[in-house]
């Protein structure tokens, strides 16, 4: 990624014009029922358009944190021990596709852990093309990330954007809004029925040594 967008990196209140964006970003919402603890949710960041506009967007940058610590982690890039990993959008139209007819191959996201707990990433790309517009009736898909919910997760785990920046290839920043920027997983903390037993049998044990003693 380009020096000038990493240097452009700003929450979005300090994004010039933000009154006058055309782009909303979102952050996929959490399923409506609980996880179990071990499971692994994907989620996606993506653009809508409630007005026609003409971005010409080239590039971008995101930073997501997840709260609280030990709830869960990003997943590590399987192909790159130390990195993370983001996908490409599974539902909608695709930030990195190439545009013409000799160029098919989609540009990856780049990833990486900003924090030891892999509790944080930033994740960048630089458009295959020379210019992307986002189209009012499909959206626009920009990355899917997937968050491994910890075994000892105590309760929801928050996935939250805490940063972005979008770029035209001459480096100016595209304003965006935030709309849906916080997303929260609930986890279903309740012992699976077999560790019930277990606690189950373990306090008959303890029970009946009373009873000898």
Do not use: C, H, W
């Amino acid at each position: 990624m380009r020096k000038l967008l990493i240097g452009a990196l700003s929450a979005f209140a300090l994004v010039p014009g933000l009154a006058q964006a055309a782009l909303v970003l979102n952050l996929e919402q959490g399923p409506t029922t609980a996880v179990n603890r071990g499971s692994t949710v994907p989620l996606e960041l993506f653009f809508n358009e409630p007005v026609a506009a003409s971005e010409a967007a080239n590039a971008f940058q995101a930073v997501l944190k997840i709260t609280p610590a030990g709830g869960g982690v990003f997943e590590e890039s399987p192909d790159s021990p130390g990195d993370a990993f983001a996908d490409l959008p599974q539902s909608r139209t695709y930030f990195g596709d190439t545009i013409g007819p000799n160029s098919r191959t989609p540009a990856f996201p780049t990833a990486s852990f900003q924090t030891p707990d892999r509790s944080q990433i930033v994740v960048s790309i630089l458009s295959a093309s020379a210019s992307k517009n986002v189209d009012v009736t499909d959206n626009m898909g920009l990355i899917r990330v997937p968050i491994d919910i910890s075994p000892n997760a105590t309760g929801p785990v928050t996935v939250q954007l805490v940063s972005f920046s979008l770029a035209d290839a001459a480096g100016n920043l595209i304003p965006v809004a935030p709309g849906n920027v916080t997303s929260v997983i609930p986890v279903n903390v309740v012992p699976e029925p077999a560790s019930l037993g277990l606690l189950a049998i373990g306090g008959l044990l303890t029970l009946r040594r009373r009873r000898v003693a």
